[in-house]
């Protein structure tokens, strides 16, 4: 699998080519629904081209809770299709991106006086098993439970429940998405911001989102700065909380919610496993878990309303009730807000069905059309390939010439490359070989083979290697530092002050692979800092 040349230092002279050409489908939105549309419309043969206004994943795809699960919490709700479909694909991506998604076991106290109560609980998990076709063994007894989840309030405590579920890197998901689809002739451009929809009528139909057909958008690239009219056949809302925005008046009302979460260091929350536990103040589900050498510990559920093109950002009220779930869940480790190394937040696009509490909202994905545009919105992280497969399915009625098998096939096809570390007689630390072959796929060979001396070590408190700095910086569209520091890699929320203590070393790798001047790169740090601050940071560090 080649790199795609637009995304190397420079190549960006060639997205006005791209922009200039006719597609079949323009995919508006770089999150994991655009990017899982445009892999599935490019292995069918569609050409299509995404663009996003800011970088990949930049929004609730860079933000989400990490994990790739099967819904068991919306059994309660009723939504058995949905879960159904969650498990399903949760267990296509275990199979078909190991290294990049991986299994991840939860652990769930039995309190005397919790809901919900044991017996509920096991019911739910059969039917979860019985929609996996599997079958295991769940309830342990106090004492065993303690060994497999130490450190967890032991007052009242019955036994414990056990299940399998499974975790992401959500960010390195859209990036391998997306390297595939461009090996399958797809094209993805970040920084590109569509500014209105081309219709049937120029300008006065433009005005009217009801009248004319639409045969493209009027693009405007932020690194160059010009304005571009790309035309397509077909052209996909897949923005998410944002589709408002482009769709005009929807036929379904968003209700975008904000999911925080705070990160600390393993050492402080170590974790063999996921602990799920109900928030003592309203039964709220709350989890904490291991992940890329950090704990994570989430999320809220709450009514964003604030500006969408304003970062979310972690209130003070979220944080208090989420150190409350830790205090009350791990007693003996005496948790407070010193111990948090970053926060996050993301906004999710569900459908507002008019539930008084947004946590009893659905996560069903919607689509809904006009001539020419496709919306879709809703959805989670896991059920994407699913949602891309729906999306085809309704296109398919406006692309009369094209007609294509929409059955599902392998999510990412099988890196050619030979074991990693065998085949190019590498150093690399343990399971790093998988891990490297889960995000990069084909590319895994040729990102370890461009590390110079040290380059495949840990950089400290992670799980990256410095090399895949080198590579993002080299073939990864980054157009500035906050995409190499929080979406390429993560190290902006597994580093204290977002990482700045390896920043030289970042800058002595990636400056020369980027292009940028010294003033380019001090302008790069201090806003990517000052973002730190105001965005991935406790709310009293923002003063």
Request: glycine fraction near 10%; proline fraction near 4%; charged fraction near 20%.
């Amino acid at each position: 699998m080649t790199p795609a040349p637009h995304w190397a230092p420079g190549g960006r002279t060639q997205a006005a080519d791209l922009l200039a050409r006719e597609w079949d489908l323009l995919v508006v939105g770089g999150g994991i629904t655009g990017a899982g549309i445009l892999l599935e419309a490019a292995r069918r043969g569609l050409r299509a081209l995404l663009v996003e206004q800011r970088d990949f994943a930049w929004g609730t795809s860079s933000r989400s809770s990490k994990l790739v699960h099967g819904g068991l919490r919306y059994l309660k709700e009723g939504q058995f299709a949905l879960t159904r479909e969650s498990v399903h694909e949760r267990d296509a991506l275990l199979r078909d991106a190991p290294g990049l998604v991986e299994p991840q076991s939860f652990a769930f106290g039995d309190y005397e006086g919790r809901k919900p109560g044991r017996r509920a609980f096991l019911l739910g998990l059969a039917i979860y098993d019985r929609m996996a076709g599997q079958r295991a063994r769940h309830y342990f007894s106090a004492q065993e439970f303690l060994a497999m989840a130490p450190h967890i309030r032991t007052d009242g405590l019955q036994g414990g429940i056990c299940y399998q579920d499974a975790k992401t890197d959500d960010a390195r998901l859209v990036m391998r998405v997306l390297h595939e689809a461009q090996a399958h002739g797809g094209a993805a451009l970040n920084y590109c911001a569509v500014q209105s929809l081309v219709r049937d009528g120029g300008e006065a139909a433009a005005a009217d989102a009801q009248a004319g057909r639409v045969r493209g958008a009027v693009v405007r690239c932020a690194v160059s700065g010009n304005t571009h009219q790309v035309r397509a056949k077909l052209v996909v809302n897949a923005t998410g909380a944002w589709a408002d925005r482009l769709h005009g008046k929807a036929a379904a009302r968003l209700r975008p919610l904000r999911g925080s979460h705070l990160v600390l260091p393993a050492w402080r929350l170590p974790l063999a496993q996921a602990i799920s536990l109900m928030h003592p103040r309203d039964g709220r589900p709350v989890f904490a878990f291991p992940w890329e050498g950090v704990a994570i510990v989430g999320t809220t559920d709450v009514d964003h309303r604030s500006d969408l093109q304003q970062e979310a950002a972690i209130t003070q009220e979220e944080t208090d009730y989420l150190m409350e779930a830790l205090r009350d869940q791990f007693p003996t480790l005496s948790l407070n807000e010193d111990d948090v190394l970053a926060t996050y937040a993301g906004v999710r696009p569900v459908i507002d069905t008019g539930k008084a509490d947004p946590s009893k909202e659905a996560r069903d994905h919607v689509l809904w059309q006009q001539e020419g545009l496709l919306t879709v919105t809703g959805g989670k992280l896991t059920t994407f390939r699913a949602i891309a497969l729906d999306v085809l399915r309704h296109a398919a009625a406006q692309l009369p010439h094209w007609q294509a098998d929409l059955g599902q096939c392998a999510i990412f096809a099988p890196a050619p490359e030979p074991a990693l570390a065998a085949s190019r007689g590498l150093c690399l630390a343990h399971g790093q070989a998988r891990r490297l072959q889960g995000r990069y796929g084909a590319q895994a060979a040729a990102l370890a083979g461009a590390a110079q001396e040290g380059e495949l070590e840990e950089i400290p408190g992670t799980e990256t290697l410095w090399v895949q700095l080198r590579w993002a910086a080299r073939h990864e569209s980054v157009q500035h530092l906050e995409d190499l520091m929080l979406r390429r890699s993560r190290l902006g929320i597994q580093l204290a002050h977002g990482g700045a203590a390896v920043l030289a070393r970042v800058r002595a790798i990636c400056q020369p692979e980027l292009g940028w001047n010294d003033q380019r790169w001090a302008a790069e740090e201090a806003a990517y800092l000052a973002l730190c601050r105001s965005n991935y940071s406790l709310p009293k560090a923002r003063a």
